[in-house]
């Protein structure tokens, strides 16, 4: 175990903005994001699928798609330097180094012409100490493998993407993310493409490698039984922006968004008995054509006037808890009705 200052911020994203530009006009997705995380934390992303949490994180790393996409404006500190002012032969340093991303589908993040361990050692070179000989690179591999579980790495090593399991994949992906020991780890939906039991064990691999290692985690997931068993503090998206923040048993507890409120009374309950399960009527927005006010608005059943207006600020709920919603206003509950 590796002692932590969790005090300390690894991240701060301030007001970043991502947007694609296309003939249907400027897509917004990722519209004026903020959050913070630090060292030894796991902050949970959570929404519908298009709500900008992989572009948020392609983000982070700048691997957006070119010439489409452009960071118009905001700051991205990694320990306190900010990368988006970095050229991009030191943004290469950075990746690997100091943040890496474990990718959502492990069958195409790997290279299948190339072995394990080709792509293990190429993951290697980047870091910054004494690795420079092969036999020592190799060595490296093999632990790597050996730190995410895999059974017999020097045997693995050989092996082609197409001789393993989807699960076994994913623990590879994973060992390529964590190869130079970065300070922190996107992990985008790694466990989409996983059967329940082997996701329960790369979940509580992660934790366990967090806890060696001190390393903090960005977790995106729709999934909320994934959030209460990872995560530390959670951020809500909604059509490119977080609409609320705060510890994970403050949001499960005292939901403070609409959203967030209707994204948990949509996780079936086994000791319920319904005959329908409850979803979210409508569909979000489109990014390229985001209506005035709440972006929620139309699918809310708390929805007033006010919120069509304009976009609401964020209002303290608790302490480290904020959500973006006119219903904490004081004036809410004189606000006339629809």
């Not at 790393?61 to 991009?88: F, K, T, V």
């Not at 623990?171 to 790694?190: F, L, N, T």
């Not at 959500?323 to 004081?330: G, K, M, S, T």
Request: hydrophobic share 40%.
């Amino acid at each position: 175990m590796v002692a932590v200052d969790k005090s300390q911020d690894v991240l701060t994203v301030n007001n970043l903005h991502t947007y694609f530009y296309n003939r249907w006009g400027t897509v917004k997705a990722v519209d004026g994001v903020s959050f913070t995380v630090k060292a030894g934390e796991t902050l949970g992303i959570v929404g519908e699928s298009g709500c900008g949490k992989t572009m948020t994180a392609s983000s982070l790393l700048r691997l957006n798609p070119q010439p489409a996409s452009r960071i118009i404006e905001g700051e991205i500190l990694l320990e306190g330097q900010d990368i988006l002012q970095m050229p991009d032969h030191e943004m290469r340093n950075v990746r690997g180094r100091k943040i890496s991303m474990i990718l959502q589908d492990p069958q195409t993040s790997l290279n299948p012409v190339y072995t394990v361990g080709n792509q293990l050692v190429e993951a290697l070179t980047h870091r910054n100490d004494e690795t420079s000989k092969e036999k020592s690179l190799r060595h490296m591999a093999e632990q790597a493998l050996r730190d995410v579980k895999v059974a017999a790495p020097d045997r693995r090593l050989l092996d082609f993407p197409h001789q393993m399991s989807g699960g076994m994949k994913q623990r590879v992906v994973g060992a390529v993310a964590m190869a130079c020991s970065p300070k922190i780890i996107i992990a985008d939906e790694p466990t989409t493409a996983l059967d329940v039991t082997i996701q329960l064990q790369y979940l509580r691999l992660l934790k366990d490698i967090q806890a060696r290692t001190g390393m903090a985690i960005i977790f995106i997931t729709h999934d909320f039984g994934i959030v209460a068993r990872m995560c530390d503090r959670v951020a809500v998206m909604y059509a490119g922006r977080i609409v609320e923040n705060g510890p994970v048993r403050d949001i499960f507890n005292n939901p403070a968004h609409p959203y967030t409120e209707a994204l948990i009374g949509s996780v079936p309950k086994l000791e319920e008995r319904v005959d329908r399960l409850y979803q979210i009527e409508g569909q979000p927005p489109q990014l390229y054509d985001l209506p005035v006010g709440c972006r929620f608005k139309d699918r809310c059943r708390f929805a007033k006037p006010v919120c069509g207006e304009a976009y609401p600020a964020y209002y303290q709920v608790d302490e480290n808890h904020n959500a973006a919603c006119w219903r904490h206003d004081p004036l809410w509950d004189s606000a006339p009705p629809y």
